[in-house]
């Protein structure tokens, strides 16, 4: 069971445990949480809650080995355009973190390509690239508490390091 100032995985987003409260019309208890990066949204969850949407975020030593896991990675290959929003959705779905970096190399490297060759950048690529590095970062700047940014920035540079 997880306590008030919990940081959990809801879904996909990283949320904070704000309160445990007692629903007035069932009597269940509920997790009252906070997206963290979106503290206006309240969700509440039963405690009991049957279906696996919470878990926990991963800890510092799960960050640190999935960072060093990120180089042996692989991005999507030959994926016709056509269906590469089909394979970004299913990669989102899988709730794995090595599917949230595989969404964030292929969508960098497509991107980067079509500005190699003097092509607009994809939206979708983008949008997926986004959403991607939300959930990713997010968990694990909780992780290893920095921020989003700060997390970007390390990942980036111990990425570079572990290619060299």
Not at 9 to 35: F, T
Not at 37 to 61: A, E, F, H, R, W
């Amino acid at each position: 069971m997880y306590k008030v100032n919990d940081y959990v995985v809801y879904k996909k987003d990283v949320c904070k445990i704000r309160e445990i409260k007692k629903n007035q019309m069932n009597g269940k208890d509920y997790y009252i949480l906070s997206p963290i990066d979106d503290q206006s949204l309240i969700i509440g969850i039963p405690i009991d809650n049957k279906i696996d949407y919470l878990k926990s975020v991963m800890t510092k030593k799960e960050a640190y080995d999935l960072i060093n896991k990120i180089p042996n990675i692989e991005p999507l290959k030959n994926i016709d355009d056509r269906y590469i929003e089909k394979s970004y959705k299913e990669l989102l779905l899988s709730g794995t973190h090595e599917d949230l970096i595989k969404i964030i190399k292929t969508t960098y490297l497509r991107n980067n390509d079509r500005l190699k060759n003097n092509r607009k950048i994809s939206e979708k690529d983008s949008n997926y690239f986004k959403q991607a590095e939300k959930y990713l970062y997010n968990e694990i700047s909780v992780s290893l508490n920095m921020t989003f940014d700060e997390t970007k920035a390390y990942i980036i540079k111990k990425v570079q390091e572990l290619i060299k």
